[in-house]
């Protein structure tokens, strides 16, 4: 949420400046910039919930784990949906907005009534994914009769195959080891599984990993910054 005003504003540059290619290029990066950094911490994340749990609460929330996976693992929708609704705010469209919460309201007290008696905790889970992607696809829809099509299909689908390994890597120590030292193994496994998948999958391009090393740059200790210039064409072959 907190990317929400960003884009707002700069969807909004374009779109007064008649930019429709430059409002579909603006759209496509961020769609491609978000599921880099989102998939990995949903789907990763959502592998080590069994261990993360009973480390972080004990014990007595285990019970708890399979709608921690579930929500975790789908938190992507939720993060995907900012941008198409930032678009469609930028452009003046905020009756199609109100249309999309209303029937993601109806949807999701109808849901929860049908559902959660019989489910439960877990039935509660699926039924928040199914309104999640619902509403994804109401506002990637409306996207599209905006501005025509823009968003980076192909590039998303092998980001998720990349963020679908890393899960894969973290969930291996989860299932062999004990807790602690699962995610002692977990996290740094994944991630490299992770970096791995994008240069093999050719997820990003050097241009946008220059970028995005950049932007990393500014953010950390100058002490970082010779580590990130490396890491640039290890995730990116020229």
Known sequence: ?????????????????????????????????????????????????????????????????????????????????????????????????????????????????VVVPWAGLQGAAWSRTAVNVVTLLM???????????????????????AALLCALAAAVPVALLDDIPALVVAVPAGGLAYAVALRLLRVIDAEAAERLIEKLGAKLPAASRPILERLAPLLAPR
Not at 15 to 42: F, I, N
Not at 59 to 87: H, Y
Not at 92 to 100: D, F, P, Q, T, V
Not at 139 to 161: E, F, K, Q, S, Y
Request: glycine share 8%; no cysteine; aromatic share 6%.
């Open 139 to 161: 506002l990637l829809g409306a996207v599209r009769r905006l501005i025509g099509p823009a968003l980076p299909l192909g590039v998303i689908v092998r980001n998720m195959v």
């Open 1 to 113: 949420l907190q990317l929400s005003p960003a884009l707002v504003v700069g969807f909004v540059h374009a779109h007064t400046q008649q930019e429709r290619e430059g409002l579909r290029r603006t759209y496509a990066q961020s769609m491609r910039m978000l599921a880099l950094a989102v998939l990995p911490v949903s789907l990763g994340g959502a592998a080590i919930m069994p261990a993360l749990i009973p480390v972080v609460f004990g014990p007595a929330f285990v019970p708890a784990v399979p709608s921690a996976v579930i929500l975790m693992g789908t938190v992507w929708l939720v993060a995907f949906a900012i941008i198409p609704w930032g678009m469609v705010s930028a452009v003046g469209e905020s009756a199609k907005l109100l249309r999309i919460q209303v029937i993601s309201g109806i949807l999701t007290l109808v849901l929860l009534a």
